[in-house]
């Protein structure tokens, strides 16, 4: 739908299927939309819900038919019907299409791709066909990509990495797109295929360590004690590598046999064994998950990119690959610091602009054609670029020491029993954080050990789901700065969702919103209570709200057993 869209002079405009309805509104609204392709049932009662405010939409088709009835009103067609229409109208206008695809030009727009809105409301960015084919070449340039290579298109359209490297890249390098039976069949479609190259951000990853971490904790004693010792090898081996020193000839052997013991299962249960390349992008992968894959034969590589910048700016050589750096910046490609450390960016990939908002636009590109990314970061000696954090989320504890949240988060999400974690310590004497369990895992964890639970907030308020969670983080603080631990936490009575404005579709954290909503936690943190009483909202995807009233203990972290 996207590609014939775009080739007959219209714009894309790709949306996440799992948006409620009043997202999903404003942005089909603002982009004043005029054809609609949905998937299912699910899809088109949401919009059936709002096709009173979208008077610019004219037609919604949809591709599944079960649960729709046979009554449907004029503006609903089914997928095979436009189908039939289209070869009719070809039949015909012999050279239509042809004619149609000739007119188009590569300044024409190809998309309007919706930013994830961390700080606020999202805004469209405009990309065109030449922002995309020429970002896209750069990348062929610096990445020896092959006709021969398998890709499996899973992740969301709306994210703009997936409509540059699946569709368009497809299309310029001329490999196989792969598409998934369902949602629900991703991780099998992925072991069956075993694609050649593989991108996903960094959520993906993490999950996938997750698994590994549960099978290799749910094995018998033996097999647990093998999984370990290997894997510490392999990541003392790949330490040794990435910091330029020899490998010593004990420990190559140790990681021989444990290709064949560990290494190479694992690979082949994640459907990795033929991965040439791996990357991740996004939005910025821990360092201990980013290490655990290399350490396991997966030619992982960090990839940076915005929105803005049709999603490339740089990308790891082969041999350079570390968890510090996201690459060199690829072919025809600017960077520059700005005097207070953010990174700015020149290329043939810099968008239009933000789709009505001049204003926005003027703020983030100069005259000169500089995008400012809003990320803080500095080029290292050999002219990888490092990013710290979001410009405006570094900032500094109440003695000046510098306070970068994410780095710390990343660091409590290696634990596969964290979901989601936020750090907080602007301004403050020291690090706190907010915890979000994993239900899977910690679920598993409870019943391995006989102690029932009724809910989410059940689980997360058990003391000894409180310990675990102490000790994890107390793991984690043994691989940070003194000045960076975390010295206080609380586990939350739900996850973090995109449906309650705590995190953007992409699952990253908008902390404006979270510091307001949970200005209590953060009060009591500080103000040395050791129980908060809370008022949580969740929002259910048909737009319904419910309150959830529980009481929360504030926790200290000491040293790690043992």
């Known amino acids: 739908a996207q590609v014939a869209a775009q080739a007959l002079g219209g714009i894309a405009v790709p949306v996440y299927q799992d948006s409620i309805a009043k997202e999903l509104g404003w942005v089909l609204d603002h982009a004043e939309v005029s054809i609609l392709v949905a998937e299912d049932q699910e899809q088109v009662d949401k919009i059936a819900s709002l096709k009173a405010e979208l008077p610019r939409l004219r037609l919604v088709v949809y591709d599944d038919p079960r649960g729709l009835g046979r009554d449907r009103p004029p503006w609903l067609r089914p997928f095979e019907e436009v189908q039939a229409l289209g070869r009719e109208f070809g039949q015909a206008h012999p050279g239509y299409f042809e004619a149609e695809v000739e007119r188009g030009r590569p300044d024409d727009l190809a998309m309007i791709c919706y930013t994830s809105g961390t700080t606020g409301t999202p805004k469209g960015a405009m990309l065109t066909h030449a922002n995309a084919i020429r970002t896209i070449r750069a990348f062929l340039e610096a990445e020896d990509v092959r006709v021969d290579d398998e890709w499996l298109c899973y992740l969301p359209m709306a994210w703009v990495g997936d409509s540059i490297y699946s569709l368009v890249m497809s299309l310029v390098a001329g490999f196989a797109c792969n598409c998934p039976e369902s949602p629900e069949t991703v991780q099998r479609d992925l072991r069956e295929l075993g694609p050649t190259i593989v991108l996903a951000p960094p959520r993906i990853w993490e999950n996938m360590l997750t698994s590994v971490q549960v099978r290799a904790a749910d094995a018998s004693p033996l097999k647990r004690r093998v999984f370990e010792l290997f894997r510490a090898a392999a990541e003392r081996a790949e330490i040794r590598r990435a910091d330029g020193q020899p490998v010593r000839w004990g420990l190559r052997l140790a990681c021989a046999l444990g290709e064949i013991l560990v290494y190479r299962p694992v690979r082949d249960q994640l459907g990795l064994r ?132 994410q780095f710390i988060e990343n660091k409590l999400k290696f634990s596969p029993y964290i979901r989601e974690a936020v750090a907080v310590g602007h301004e403050r004497p020291f690090v706190t954080a907010m915890v979000a369990i994993d239900l899977g895992t910690v679920g598993n964890w409870a019943e391995r050990r006989g102690l029932p639970y009724t809910s989410y907030t059940d689980l997360s308020q058990k003391p000894e789901v409180r310990a675990l969670i102490r000790e994890e983080i107390a793991k984690a603080n043994a691989t940070l700065p003194a000045a960076a631990r975390v010295c206080r936490f609380l586990l939350l009575t739900k996850d973090l969702d995109p449906d309650d404005a705590e995190m953007t579709r992409t699952r990253k954290v908008r902390r404006r919103h979270i510091a307001e909503k949970y200005a209590g936690f953060i009060d009591a943190f500080y103000a040395g209570r050791d129980e908060v009483e809370v008022a949580t909202t969740v929002t259910y995807e048909d737009g319904r709200q419910a309150t959830i009233q529980s009481r929360v203990r504030v926790e200290a972290v000491g040293a790690p057993r043992g």
Request: hydrophobic fraction near 40%; glycine fraction near 12%; aromatic fraction near 10%.
């Open 274 to 405: 033929r991965a040439r390349w791996a990357y991740t992008g996004g939005a910025p992968l821990g360092p201990d998950t980013f290490r655990f894959f290399r350490a396991f034969g997966v030619n992982l590589k960090q990839v940076y990119g915005s929105t803005e910048v049709s999603a490339l700016v740089s990308i790891q050589p082969d041999a350079e690959a570390n968890p510090v750096t996201v690459g060199r910046p690829c072919p025809g490609i600017e960077v520059k610091i700005a005097e207070r450390g953010e990174v700015l960016i020149r290329s043939a990939g810099v968008f239009r602009g933000y789709y009505k908002a001049e204003a926005a636009t003027r703020e983030v590109v100069d005259p000169e054609g500089w995008f400012r990314t809003g990320d803080a970061g500095f080029l290292d000696p050999r002219g990888h670029l490092v990013i710290i954090d979001r410009a405006k989320d570094v900032g500094a504890l109440a003695d000046g020491t510098p306070f970068a949240p």
